[in-house]
């Protein structure tokens, strides 16, 4: 069933990346009304920098296991298999 699988969570992963990015943008723009700060940039600080990451790691982290939960549940009513670990042990 993994390899059934495989597509939809790469489709999956893909749609949660692009709302992660866009959820992300909403909430620094909330924060802040620069642009959000990255790593490469010269004159940003590390206060500004630090809360920037773990905004948006938070923020990818939540929605893409949201999205591949989602999509595994959608798979599994829709073949009646799980695709990976099941947890009912």
Not at 3 to 8: A, E, M, R, T, Y
Not at 41 to 70: N, T
């Amino acid at each position: 069933m993994t390899k059934l699988f495989g597509p939809i969570g790469i489709l999956a992963g893909l749609a949660a990346g692009f709302a992660a990015q866009k959820g992300f943008e909403r909430i620094w723009k909330l924060i802040d009304e620069e642009e959000t700060p990255a790593p490469d940039q010269r004159r940003v600080s590390y206060p500004k920098l630090v809360a920037s990451l773990l905004i948006e790691g938070a923020v990818f982290r939540v929605v893409k296991g949201m999205v591949d939960h989602g999509a595994r549940r959608g798979f599994a009513s829709a073949t009646g298999r799980w695709p990976g670990e099941d947890s009912e042990d």
